[in-house]
């Protein structure tokens, strides 16, 4: 298993711009894929983004150049800059971990605790 620790929620008016960020535990942090996925209130967990040892990257439609995944390998570490917040990206944040690499729903088995975002209109 894979420790996730994720930091940089918190609250923000409409517009504005929040980077979370993600410190992962272990040694081949760069072949693994990397992702955030959201629960808003009553709602299931939904997929944000992805990005692969590779660094390709694939997002939820509702965030497509508003918020963007990145990672440095360096410091074992992924982020999700996002930009343009709406008061329906209220949610928990987490990060995710797909060990081995791939980028299947089903592969991402290790999970962080969870960081709120809380936009405001």
């Known amino acids: 298993q894979v420790q996730l620790v994720e930091s940089g929620g918190g609250l923000v008016q409409a517009g504005g711009s929040l980077r979370l960020s993600c410190a992962a535990s272990?040694?081949?942090?760069?072949?693994?894929?990397m992702g955030w996925f959201r629960r808003a209130p009553g709602k299931e967990r939904e997929f944000v983004a992805t990005?692969?040892?590779?660094?390709?990257?694939s997002y939820v439609t509702s965030v497509k150049g508003r918020f963007t995944i990145s990672r440095d390998n360096t410091k074992n570490t992924v982020y999700l800059q996002m930009n343009s917040l709406k008061p329906e990206d209220t949610a928990i944040y987490y990060c995710?971990?797909?060990?081995?690499?791939?980028?299947?729903?089903?592969?991402?088995?290790?999970w962080g605790q969870g960081t709120q975002v809380t936009v405001s209109s």
């Open positions: 995710t971990a797909s060990t081995t690499g791939s980028l299947s729903v089903n592969a991402f088995s290790s």
């Open positions: 272990g040694r081949t942090f760069s072949s693994y894929a």
């Open positions: 990005i692969s040892g590779g660094s390709s990257t």
